[in-house]
T-cell receptor
Framework: GENVEQHPSTLSVQEGDSAVIKCTYS??????FPWYKQELGKRPQLIIDIRSNVGEKKDQRIAVTLNKTAKHFSLHITETQPEDSAVYFC?????????????FGTGTKLQVIP | DTEVTQTPKHLVMGMTNKKSLKCEQHMGHRAMYWYKQKAKKPPELMFVYSYEKLSINESVPSRFSPECPNSSLLNLHLHALQPEDSALYLCASSQDFVTQYFGPGTRLTVL
C-alpha cells in the first residue's frame, strides 16, 4: 500500500525565516496531496493541496511543490509568524488504495520563535 | 453552513458504559469519515460512508459501531471500550471524495 514519509519531525525557525517540510510517497499512482495544519487541541485544517497535474501551487505565504518523478512534495512557508506554530501533516491519495482513502505522513511540529 | 460540527467536545466513560458521538454537516457532502487520533500521531481512518452507506471499515473492533441516519448526520456508538481507546475522534466530510474537511473532534477518555 501507499507509504508517506515526512521530515523533519520537529522544526524550529526564527520569526520571519522560511520553513520547509518534505514528504515522499511510494505509490506512483497517487494524484492528490493535501497539507493539514493542526494547532494544539484543534482540528486538522486543510491549508493547501496540489494535484498531480500541477508542479507548484501558492497561496500567500504558503506554497507546495510536487516532483512526480522523485515522488516527493514539499510545503514552503515564507515570512513565518508565531501563529504558524503547529503540527503539519502531509498526505497522499492513491486511487489504487480505494478512491476514498488518504495516507497521512507522521507530522512535523513547527515552532516559530518570536 | 460551511463547517463540520461534533458533539460532545469531551467525553469520559467507563468500560461498561454505552455512549455515542455525533457528527453533522450541512454542506451536502456525500462522503463522511470517522478517524481516531492519538497524541502526536496522524489521524487513522476508521470508517467511510458514501451516500449514507458504509463503504470502508478499516478492521475496527466491533465495540465501535458507526451509523449514518441521513446525509447530514454521522454517529459513532461506543460500548465496552478499553482505556487504550482514549483518543481524539475526528469526523470529516467530503463533496468530491478527495478533499476532506475535519470537525473539531471529541476528546474521549475511557476509565
Amino acid at each position: 500500500g501507499e507509504n508517506v514519509e515526512q521530515h523533519p519531525s520537529t522544526l524550529s525557525v526564527q520569526e520571519g525565516d522560511s520553513a520547509v517540510i518534505k514528504c515522499t510517497y511510494s505509490d506512483s499512482a497517487s494524484n492528490y496531496f493535501p497539507w493539514y495544519k493542526q494547532e494544539l487541541g484543534k482540528r486538522p485544517q486543510l491549508i493547501i493541496d496540489i494535484r498531480s497535474n500541477v508542479g507548484e501551487k501558492k497561496d500567500q505565504r504558503i506554497a507546495v511543490t510536487l516532483n512526480k518523478t522523485a515522488k516527493h512534495f514539499s510545503l514552503h512557508i515564507t515570512e513565518t509568524q508565531p501563529e504558524d506554530s503547529a503540527v503539519y501533516f502531509c498526505a497522499a491519495k492513491s486511487p489504487t488504495r480505494g478512491y476514498q482513502k488518504v495516507t497521512f505522513g507522521t507530522g512535523t511540529k513547527l515552532q516559530v520563535i518570536p | 453552513d460551511t463547517e463540520v460540527t461534533q458533539t460532545p467536545k469531551h467525553l469520559v466513560m467507563g468500560m461498561t458504559n454505552k455512549k455515542s458521538l455525533k457528527c453533522e454537516q450541512h454542506m451536502g457532502h456525500r462522503a463522511m469519515y470517522w478517524y481516531k487520533q492519538k497524541a502526536k500521531k496522524p489521524p487513522e481512518l476508521m470508517f467511510v460512508y458514501s451516500y449514507e452507506k458504509l463503504s470502508i471499515n478499516e478492521s475496527v473492533p466491533s465495540r465501535f459501531s458507526p451509523e449514518c441516519p441521513n446525509s447530514s448526520l454521522l454517529n459513532l456508538h461506543l460500548h465496552a471500550l478499553q482505556p487504550e481507546d482514549s483518543a481524539l475522534y475526528l469526523c470529516a466530510s467530503s463533496q468530491d471524495f478527495v478533499t476532506q474537511y475535519f470537525g473539531p473532534g471529541t476528546r474521549l477518555t475511557v476509565l
